[in-house]
Nanobody, 126 residues
Framework: QLQLVESGGGLVQPGGSLRLSCAAS????????IGWFRQAPGKEREGLSC????????NYADSVKGRFTIARDNAKKTLYLQMDNLEPEDTAVYYC???????????????????WGQGTQVTVSS
C-alpha cells in the first residue's frame, strides 16, 4: 500500500514562505495523481492543489492561486507545495493524498483520493 509522509510545516510570519514535501514509500509515484489539502480547526478539509501523474496538469483552489505552487519529482518519489505570501488564514494541518491514475487530469475533491499522509502543521502568526 502506498504510504505518504509530509514534512516542512512550522511557524512562519505573515508574508513568509514554506515548502512542504510529501514523500512516498513502498511504491513510486509515477502512476499516481497527487493532491494537497488542508484542514483548519472546525472546518472541512479543503482541496488546495493537485497535479496529474506525469505533471502535465495542475489545478489550484482560488484561495491559493498565485501564492502556492505544486510540483513533483517522480524520480525522488516526492511531491512539493511551495507556499508564498502566507496569511494567518492559511493556518491548518496540511495533507498530501494520492490516487492511481495515468490520465492527465487531477481533482481537488477529497473523495477522489485513496491514500493520505498523516499531515503537517502550518501556523502563520506574528
Amino acid at each position: 500500500q502506498l504510504q505518504l509522509v509530509e514534512s516542512g510545516g512550522g511557524l512562519v510570519q505573515p508574508g513568509g514562505s514554506l515548502r512542504l514535501s510529501c514523500a512516498a514509500s513502498r511504491f513510486t509515484l509515477d502512476n499516481y495523481r497527487i493532491g494537497w489539502f488542508r484542514q483548519a480547526p472546525g472546518k472541512e478539509r479543503e482541496g488546495l492543489s493537485c497535479i496529474s501523474s506525469r505533471g502535465g496538469t495542475t489545478n489550484y483552489a482560488d484561495s491559493v492561486k498565485g501564492r502556492f505552487t505544486i510540483a513533483r519529482d517522480n524520480a525522488k518519489k516526492t511531491l512539493y507545495l511551495q507556499m508564498d505570501n502566507l496569511e494567518p488564514e492559511d493556518t491548518a494541518v496540511y495533507y498530501c493524498a494520492a490516487s492511481f491514475g495515468i490520465r492527465s487530469v487531477c481533482y481537488l475533491a477529497r473523495s477522489e483520493y485513496d491514500y493520505w499522509g498523516q499531515g503537517t502543521q502550518v501556523t502563520v502568526s506574528s
